[in-house]
């Protein structure tokens, strides 16, 4: 949550984005700067790609951890006196305002009447609504969970805004390929009895398939808190359809206890469960508030699927972890785990209930898998890390050996900050899109002119770049004039890049969209950034004549749309255009 009751200050942040090559999602680091005037800015390597106005009667506001929300989603309507929302709000979506999405606000800002919301996950892999009724800003009622023109979950509320009765949630990352929901029963908003969990599969009509669940406690003298008992299967967070990942074991008073097993699922076929991890969790711990494991462990990282096994190996003292600990992969199932990382785990002197990371170490990158082996190493010292780090990369050849493809140097008094001069490796590297940045970093904040090149058949070649603010003139470390980008799936085939200006991190005129298609560089879209002067701030949005191309625009499907933004809303008649024909193919009409 953001609190804008603090003075002006930076906070890092992790989120997500869906690789489009593979389907999964991957983690993205992201920082919220909160400025004097009250304002939450998204920044995202230098670039301004949010701004939210806080208001006074806003206590905390939610941080938004998906990035094509972050970049997509607007809610529109009127504030009153007090800085409270009033009459009718609106939702954008990728500049379309949704019909019939929103609802009615009273003059002293509660909700009434009917709505029809966004679930919290809401994207475009995940299009999920939520309807029912508020009065006097609580739900009451049934509500329903919309997926498809299709009901997907349901639950009442009584006149205390409380869950009662038969229940069907969705997950908290609920989307098209991990299509998780829960089944039970809630008494006073408190969840009671068997909880049953339930896997639909995405590309035909299953049936869902229950795949987990246990029990929680009755006792109505918890008020409020619901208490897991016996025995529970539970799914990983980032369970989805490549990634099934359970965990089988016991709880006792909402503690995890004795042995746990972690199981694995392949997605094709008529498989079964195979155990691939786990440990033992403490019966009875000195803390009493959490559960603690204890003994030896063997973990999955949280993105394991099928091209990405990857397990860590070590030892657990009063739930933390000591001495060393291995970082194994397997190519494939059939293979045995081989060694290809880790290091060695100390006492935290400031926190007795964690463990450091000391010495030299051997890590994975967040994304790694069989066509994109990318590791690093270098030194921690308590918990931070120091001196040079390489970066090193291999082909999905498992016998090759690991070259040095970039690094640079750690700060040894500040730990974990960079400083000079580093070559770093796109979110999305792998072999068909080896991209890498080269620049210079101050504090931890690149700063100067950094450039980006693609490596295509063994020829490293610069294919973009440009400036970040020193600190003299705005604010450190923020993209400033003219830049050539990349889009983040940037690769043979779909080489996209994108040409215009920077502001202070913020896009301003016209900006250009390219693609090199047979060594010939084709502009294909495009339009101008400019400030919104019907809301307060003015922060710069897409307005008038726009070329878009699709998502996935690649030499294969050559789709673009051609229409009009006012002040980041499409209006009028926007025409979809496969450009490989040179012919509308479709013509999608906005209010105006």
């Known amino acids: 949550m953001i609190d804008h009751n603090k003075q002006e200050e930076t906070q890092q942040y992790q989120g997500f984005i869906l690789d489009l090559m593979v389907g999964r999602l991957v983690n993205i680091e992201f920082q919220i700067i909160l400025t004097s005037d009250n304002k939450a800015l998204y920044i995202k ?51 379309e305002t949704l019909k019939n999405v929103g609802g009615q606000y009273s003059n002293d800002g509660k909700k009434n009447g009917q709505w029809k919301e966004l679930i919290r996950n809401f994207w475009s892999e995940a299009q999920v609504y939520e309807m029912g009724e508020y009065e006097n800003n609580y739900k009451k009622g049934v509500w329903k ?166 397990i860590y190996k070590g030892e657990y003292q009063n739930g933390k972890k000591i001495g060393k600990w291995e970082i194994l992969w397997r190519m494939y199932d059939k293979k045995p785990f081989q060694l290809i990382g880790g290091g060695q785990y100390d006492e935290d002197e400031k926190n ?66 960079k400083i000079g001069k580093w070559i770093e490796l796109s979110d999305g590297f792998m072999d068909n899109s080896q991209v890498i940045y080269i620049g210079e970093y101050q504090n931890g904040n690149k700063i100067g002119f950094w450039d980006i090149n693609w490596i295509y058949n063994g020829i490293n070649q610069q294919i973009g770049g440009g400036l970040y ?6 604010r450190l470390g923020l993209k400033i004039g003219k830049w050539v980008e990349l889009s983040y799936d940037y690769r043979e085939g779909s080489q996209i890049t994108y040409t215009g200006e920077y502001q202070n991190g913020k896009k301003i005129g016209i900006w250009d969209c390219y693609w090199i298609q047979n060594e010939s560089n084709q502009k294909i879209g495009g339009g101008s950034y400019d400030h919104d002067c019907q809301k307060q701030g003015g922060e710069r949005v897409k307005n008038g004549k726009w070329v878009e191309i699709s998502e996935k625009f690649n030499k294969w499907s050559q789709i673009i749309y051609d229409g009009e933004y006012k002040y980041g809303k499409k209006i009028g008649i926007w025409n979809k255009i496969n450009l490989k024909e040179d012919s509308i193919i479709d013509e999608l009409k906005y209010d105006n």
């Open 352 to 417: 007795e209930r964690e463990s450091v990371k000391t010495g030299n170490w051997i890590e994975l990158n967040n994304g790694f898998y069989n066509r994109s082996q990318v590791i690093y190493n270098g030194e921690y010292k308590n918990g931070k890390k120091v001196g040079r780090w390489n970066i090193l990369w291999r082909e999905e050849d498992s016998d090759q050996q690991f070259q040095v493809i970039g690094g640079g140097s750690y700060d040894d008094q500040i730990g974990s900050l």
């Open 145 to 310: 969970s919309i997926n498809c023109e299709k009901e997907i979950g349901y639950g009442e509320y009584n006149k205390q805004g409380q869950r009662i009765g038969i229940w069907i949630e969705l997950s908290d990352r609920f989307w098209n390929y991990s299509q998780i929901t829960y089944k039970g029963e809630y008494l006073n908003d408190k969840k009671i009895g068997k909880w049953d969990i339930y896997f639909k599969k995405t590309f035909q009509d299953y049936q869902n398939d229950e795949i987990g669940g246990g029990l929680y406690d009755d006792d109505q003298q918890k008020e409020g808190v619901d208490v897991k008992i016996g025995k529970w299967i539970e799914l990983s967070d980032w369970f989805w359809y490549l990634s099934q990942v359970t965990y089988h074991g016991e709880y006792k008073n909402d503690k995890k206890v004795g042995r746990w097993n972690t199981m694995w699922k392949k997605a094709y076929g008529d498989y079964m469960n195979e155990q691939i991890g786990g440990g033992q969790y403490d019966q009875g711990n000195q803390y009493g508030d959490t559960s603690i494991k204890i003994g030896e462990w063997i973990e999955l990282t949280d993105s394991f699927w099928g091209d990405s096994q990857v």
């Open 469 to 474: 603010d020193d600190g003299k003139e705005g």
């Open 45 to 95: 390597d230098g670039a301004v790609i949010r701004v939210d106005q806080l208001h006074s009667t806003q206590k905390q506001a939610e941080v938004l951890k998906n990035l094509e929300q972050i970049q997509h989603l607007q809610l529109d309507g009127q504030f009153g006196e007090n800085n409270q929302k009033i009459g009718r709000w609106s939702t954008i979506w990728k500049g």
